[in-house]
């Protein structure tokens, strides 16, 4: 598969495929050949692929699992369009999966996020670290804001976790409540260059990408 031709930093602000989000504070591409998406790691100066449903059909198809639909007529047809004879699966809208949460402790830790909004379904990890994408906000001064963005695995977590987990008690000796709701995105144009230039794709190893899928789809 070739490699995507990655937008430099300082192309960032005026190229369509990037999309700066302003919740997470990061920059997102979307590569138009396979729909696929990459958020760019600042520190790493490099992208990562993101997990959304294009990667796990991606992953998926390359190890034969639900590559085929069935048909209405009872026979079969592919999951991907055949785009100058390589198959490319089929693009679909993007779903929220993520919480903006408000009204937490201000010495939470990302552990008591994790452990609490677990309740309504598996949440995304991190690629490069493997840890749960969850993003508490600081000051100016680094201290913790007591509101936090949670990155879900599937899209029905975020209505359920509105649902069971919106105007509760976090912890159980602190009577004050949390809010939950749909985390909402916005394009932001002029937000600055990024930390450093995206020089190379990342390798992420496809046995251990499928596995991890596989582990959050049980």
Do not use: H
Request: hydrophobic share 30%; charged share 35%; net charge negative.
């Amino acid at each position: 598969m070739a490699e995507p031709n990655f937008p430099k930093s300082e192309d960032f602000k005026t190229d369509k495929r990037v999309q700066y989000i302003e919740e997470t504070d990061s920059y997102v591409f979307t590569d138009p050949s396979d729909g696929l998406e990459y958020e760019f790691d600042n520190k790493r100066g490099a992208w990562f692929p993101m997990w959304n449903e294009a990667l796990v059909e991606q992953q998926q198809s390359a190890y034969g699992a639900g590559a085929v639909e069935t048909a209405k007529d009872g026979g079969s047809k592919p999951s991907a369009i055949k785009n100058k004879g390589r198959e490319i699966p089929k693009r679909k809208l993007r779903e929220n999966t993520r919480v903006y949460v408000s009204g937490l402790p201000l010495d939470v830790t990302e552990k008591e996020v994790a452990d609490y909004f677990s309740q309504c379904g598996a949440i995304m990890p991190d690629l490069s670290t493997n840890k749960p994408r969850i993003k508490l906000y600081q000051d100016a001064d680094g201290r913790l804001k007591g509101d936090a963005l949670v990155t879900y695995f599937k899209a029905p977590s975020v209505q359920l976790a509105i649902d069971i987990l919106d105007d509760s008690q976090f912890r159980g000796t602190d009577p004050s409540r949390i809010s939950v709701q749909e985390a909402q995105f916005e394009s932001k144009n002029d937000a600055g260059a990024a930390e450093s230039e995206a020089s190379k794709r990342p390798r992420v190893d496809p046995k251990i990408l499928q596995k991890r899928i596989e582990r959050m789809e049980r």
